[in-house]
């Protein structure tokens, strides 16, 4: 889920930038520090969209930068427990498909695409419903429910996130298509 989030932090004005705007001076310093960082309780920063307020520097013993306490608000993606989210298939492998939700990928494995048995096409680089031939490839479209998550402040890229399409309402679009097109025609019997 994407947020809008009103944070506080202290940034650092080296010398070399004080004859600078200072609002615009903080804003780039705080894209720095935080677009693309991971924090388990705000979220990943995805960009700082406002400065509201800048407090008085402060200067500190043998540091010859000055230090502001900074209000801004920030865009994040915050991941949450049952969350439904739409994304699209990055990779297929044997045991399931990476999901890229947002900035970050759900792994969604092979026991949580349908309640069939489900089978690796290597060659088609898919994944084969037995008894439905329903195949997801990478590229397309799905839309799944969040059932895991462990975020990695120290490395994002190694956050998991589990995903399950079990539930009506869940799958690729293709399928979600297919299904409403039959109750459709089995309404107009």
Known sequence: MYLKV???DVVRVPPERFGEDIVSTVKELLEEKLEGR???KVGMFIAILDVISIGEGRILIG???IYYETVFDTLVYRPKLQEITEGEVVE???FGAFIEIGPLDGLLHISQITDEYISYDEKGGRLVGKESGKSLTAGERVRARIVA???NEKEPSDSKIGLTMRQPGLGTYKWLEEERA???QEELK
């Open 182 to 184: 039959k109750k459709q």
């Open 63 to 65: 540091d010859a930068g």
């Open 92 to 94: 297929v492998v044997e």
């Open 149 to 151: 998550i462990s975020l």
């Open 6 to 8: 009103r944070a506080v």
């Open 38 to 40: 991971l924090d388990k």
